[in-house]
C-alpha cells in the first residue's frame, strides 16, 4: 500500500511494544538490576556491554555505540528498512498501519524512488555489457591489466558503458516517461535547444556508487579513449550528492561487522585495489574535495579516519583542507591521522609494489592529527627564538579552540605550552568566532534567572549545549522552560544546534517518549549522540530544572559577551579621533566592561 506512515501510528506502535520482548525474542537478555543486558549482536565481545532499559523504551550498546528504540534495533539487526520493520512490529502489536494520501513530499519520494529503481537497472544493464558486449574486450584488458580478480569486479560491480550516443537510452528508455527517469537520474544528456537526449557514459569502465543501503545512485566512469576528462562523475540529483556519498564505503561496512578505522583516498581503483589485497576498510571521495558531511557519516561507522595524501605539493595543500574540516569533528574518543605517500605514488600502485603488509604498517604509522597540526602551522617559522614562539602561538590557538572535545582539546593546550616553555594556565583563551546574527534576529528572551548551582567535588562546565541535551533527554518537560532560543544560533557552541533543534521538536511535541525521540534522529550523527546521552543515568536528588535554567542563561551571556567583543573590535578597528562622540562613549563602555 502507497502513502506515508503517519507519526502518530508510530508513536502509538512504540507505546504498544515492548523493546525487551523485542530484542529478547532475537537476542536472550538477562536482568541486570533495572535493565537488561546481553552481549551485544552489532559487534564481537566477550564481557556484556549491551544494555535495554524497559523504562525508557530504548537500547544502547556501551561498546560500539549502538543504540535507538524498538524500530531500530529491528531495522538493525534483520537489515530491513523503515517500513518493513514497522510492518514487522505492527503485526506483532495487532495493528493495521494506516497509510496519510499523497502528499507533495511524499510525491518527491515516490519519485526519488523511481529514480533509485532506474539506477539498479542501469548498474545491472553496465555489468551485463561488461560480459556480453562484443565491444568489452577493451575494458575487461584494462582492468586484467590494472590487475583486478574476476571475483573483485563481481564484488564492486564494475561495469562497461559501450560506445555509441544511445546505447543505454535504447535499452533502458523505450518510453517518453522512461527517458525523463533517465535524464533526471544522470544517465542521459539533453542536447542544447530540445535537440534529443544522449547517453553520459560511453565506451568508459563504469564504478556504481552505493548509498549506506547499497543502493545504485550515481556512477562513475573511467574513459578507456583519450577523451577527457578521465574520469567522469554523475551530476547532482534528487538522490545522489557528491558532498555526501562514499565510494565504497558500503563495502567496507559491510566486509566487517566493526570499523577499527578508515582509510580516506582519492580514486575508485585505489579502493577497489585494497580492498583485493584485504584492506577493506578504505573510501573514496568521488574525485571532490572532503566535506564536513564526509567526516559526520565516516564518524558514525568508526572512531579512526586516516587521511591519505600523496607527498607532493598538491596533497600537502590537499591534507591541510582536510585539517581545517577535520577539527570542529574531533570529539573525544575520535582519532585522525595523515598518511603521506612517496611522490608518484598512490594507494593502488603502492599496495601493488609493497604488498598489504607493509601498507597496512604504514597506515598504522601515519601522522596523528595532534602532530599534524604543529608541523602543518609551525612550518616556515623559526622556532629557536621567541617571535617564532609568539607567532606558532597566534597561529595555533584559533584551530585548537574549534576542537569540540575537551578532554583533546586541553591536551593540545597544554603540548603548545610545553613548546613555548610556560605553564598551560598561562595561555590566552581562544573564544570562538560568533556569527553576526541578521538585523530581523528575535530577542532572546530566557527562563527566569535561578540561584547558582552548589557543585560537589569537580564543578560541571557551566552552558554546555551537550548538558542541557543529556536534561532534555531525561526531561522532556523542561521544553517549555526554555523561553525564545532562536537567537542563540548566533553562538558558535559545539552540539547547540542540535539542541536548538530538540527543543523545537518538543515544543511541537510535547507528549514525544524517549522511544520518538530516538526514531526522529535514527541513523544519523546526532542520532549516535541522542543514544549515548539517553544511556546516562540522572543523578539521584539533582535538581535538573535549576542545571537546565542555568546553562541556558549561560548560553544567552556568552551570546552577548561575543556581540560586545565583536563590536568592541569593530570601533577599535577605527582611528579614535574619527569615532562620533556616541561611538566614542560606546566604545571606552565595551572597555570598561572587558574582562582583565
Known sequence: MSGRIPQRFIDELLERVDIVDVVDSRVPLRKAGKNYSARCPFHDEKTPSFSVNPDKQFYY??????????????????????PAAVEKLATLAGLEIPREETTQATGANVRQAELLKRLESAAAWFKRQLKEHPQAGEAREYLQRRGLSAETIEKFGIGFAPPGWDSLLRALGPSDGEKQFLLDAGLLIQRDEGGGLYDRFRERVMFPILDNRGRAVAFGGRVLTDEKPK??????????????ELYGLYQARRSQKELERVLVVEGYMDVVMLAQHGIEWATGTLGTSLSASHLQRLFRYTTQVVFCFDGDEAGRRAAARSLELALPAMQDGRQAAFLFLPEGEDPDSLVQKIGAEAFRARVAGATPLSEYLFEHHGAGIDLDNPDGLARLSKLLLPAIARIPGEVFRELLRGKLAQRLGISADRLPGAAPTSRALP???????????RRPLAHSGQRRVAGSARGALRLLLQNPALAREAGNTSALTGLEEPDLPLLLQLLDYLRKNPQASMGAILGYWYGTPEGELLNRLAAEEPVPGHDAGQEFGDIISHLASRLS???SEDRRRELDSIPFASLSPEQKREYLSLLAAKPR
Open 231 to 244: 574520469y567522469l562523475n554523475s551530476p547532482e540529483t534528487a538522490v545522489f550528492h557528491k558532498g555526501q
Open 61 to 82: 550498546c556501551f561498546g560500539c555505540g549502538a543504540g535507538g528504540n524498538a524500530i531500530g534495533f529491528v531495522m538493525e539487526f534483520e537489515r530491513l528498512e523503515f
Open 561 to 563: 559577551s561575543n556581540q
Open 439 to 449: 538585523q530581523d534576529a528575535p530577542a532572546f528572551s530566557p527562563p527566569p534567572p
